[in-house]
């Protein structure tokens, strides 16, 4: 039995799955095995996927009918064979030494181990880096970190290593579809774990690319229900649990940060209807963002304020266009 899964969802992936699993079978750490799950692509990555099968013998693939990323991965979670269990998106790419480095970190304590990582575009120019001192927390504290907003490697499934018994057994009931899953996933994977330890290595072995394909370009209702979903679970995290520290008591001005950002992509896909169905929901579930904390910070206050301009601008695009 390999020691480690890798489960990669793919959907339209046959342009760039081939290098993501390049990059996974070169690893310098080879004991693991590969599940490709194919969500219903309309291109030909199942060809690739298959292709890839045929020449090494730790790759399965799996199909099944498009139902998103995250029940691709727990189809994926569900026929894997090995205790540890690691997300690769199929348009990413991994640096040799990215499961060495985790895999050598991980102790008997453990329940996660958090990689940085590198996000370069589509022409493969560095965009930014998110890297880390190494460290080991407690997963109430890896719980504050991602109640409070921090970016830093909370968020992504993809840069990190898990305990599969503990996610088979997890609740994700009532979870989003289309927008903050991962979020979703980790915090309530870490709520099972409390008492636990979270393990950060210096490494940026991961290398998330940012694809054209990848931005938001429109938005369904869905999605926008979505983020209050996620809004609301955080609540529920920030509520419930003990060890939540300084990182996430302004939770709610880290809500509103990420209101107003999520607005701005939606303005900038100049979807009329998504900019009023957005502004209905965070009127509706204003409790969860703090507006007067917004005047404090320099940064937010600025934010505000170009939230503000959008707004205006927004209503008349949307008027000129009905």
């Known amino acids: ?50 292709n890839a099968a045929r020449l090494d013998g730790r790759i399965k693939v799996l199909t099944q009918e498009n139902q998103g990323a995250l029940a691709a991965r727990l189809t994926g979670v569900r026929i894997a064979t090995a205790d540890l269990l690691t997300f690769v998106d199929a348009d990413d790419e991994l640096e040799q030494n990215h499961f060495s480095t985790m895999i050598n970190a991980f102790s008997s304590e ?53 305990r599969r018994k503990l996610v088979l057994e997890i609740d994700l009931s009532g979870s989003p579809e289309f927008l903050a899953e991962d979020q979703f996933f980790n915090g309530r994977y870490l709520l099972h774990s409390q008492g636990a330890k979270v393990v950060f290595v210096d490494n940026l072995g991961y290398r998330y690319i940012e694809r054209e394909n990848s931005l938001i370009t429109g938005y369904k209702h869905q999605q926008i229900s979505d983020f209050f979903i996620w809004l609301r679970e955080r609540e529920v995290w920030a509520s419930i649990s003990s060890d939540l520290g300084a990182e996430s008591r302004d939770y709610r001005i880290v809500n509103l940060d990420e209101a107003l950002n999520f607005y701005g992509k939606i303005w900038r896909s100049a979807e009329c209807k998504g900019l009023r169905a957005f502004e209905s929901s965070l009127w509706s579930h204003r409790h969860l963002v703090s507006w007067s904390a917004a005047f404090r910070s320099p940064y937010r206050f600025a934010r505000l304020i170009s939230f503000g301009l959008r707004w205006v601008r927004s209503r008349w695009i949307c008027r000129n266009r009905t």
């Open 1 to 50: 039995m390999p020691a480690l899964s890798v489960v990669i969802p793919c959907y339209n992936a046959e342009k760039t799955l081939h290098n993501t699993l390049q990059s996974v079978l070169l690893q310098d750490y080879q004991d693991f095995e590969v599940i490709c799950v194919d969500d219903g692509s309309s291109d030909n990555t199942l060809d690739v996927a298959h």
């Open 110 to 162: 453990a329940v996660m181990v958090v990689s940085g990582y590198a996000q370069f575009d589509g022409d493969g120019n560095l965009i930014s880096q998110i890297c880390f001192a190494s460290k080991v927390l407690g997963s109430g504290e890896a719980l504050s970190l991602l109640v409070g907003g921090w970016r830093g490697g909370m968020y992504p499934l993809w840069n990190k290593i898990y």
